[in-house]
């Protein structure tokens, strides 16, 4: 029964069910699982926008340093789509601010390439490192510039 009961809440999930992922996490349904893809369920709920979602299942064990093919994070997903209460509350659960993906991408980094000011000062004050750099040799800063994001930039020159 236990694979029917994991259907049900990836599908819960991807339907932003939040009433129905509430009601499995409390029934013991582990929060830890993956979809045929290996995404884990935690960044299939960041996707989705849910930040009731996301913190629910983080509250109910969810790793919050869960990875997907190409080691990103939740919060670094948070961080690209610009989901402020998302991030501080992945940040407050001990999701990791400093993670790198494959390519050396960090939260902070994806927070300034979309131009989300209000993301880039939480990670910044939550301690993320500015002068991180990828792969490619790109920084929080000029990736914030080549995205002609004004206010980031400010922010990251501060």
């Known amino acids: 029964m236990q694979w029917w009961r994991r259907r049900k809440l990836l599908q819960a999930i991807r339907k932003g069910n939040f009433y129905m992922v509430e009601d499995l996490l409390r029934k013991g349904m582990n929060p830890n699982i993956e979809d045929s893809d290996r995404l884990p369920a935690l960044i299939l709920a960041v996707a989705k926008g849910r930040t009731d979602m996301v913190l629910a299942m983080a509250d109910k064990g969810a790793a919050v340093g869960a990875r997907d093919s190409n080691d990103g994070t939740a919060l670094m997903y ?13 940040a407050d659960r001990g999701a990791d601010i400093n993670a790198m993906d494959k390519d050396s991408g960090t939260p902070l980094m994806f927070a300034a390439s979309g131009g989300h000011a209000e993301v880039v000062s939480d990670l910044l004050d939550r301690g993320a490192d500015a ?3 990828d792969t490619t040799g790109e920084t929080a800063l000029s990736l914030a510039e080549a995205g002609e994001h004004a206010e980031v930039v400010e922010i990251l020159r501060g």
């Open 78 to 90: 948070g961080a690209l789509y610009g989901y402020v209460d998302m991030v501080i509350g992945l």
């Open 131 to 133: 002068n991180a750099k």
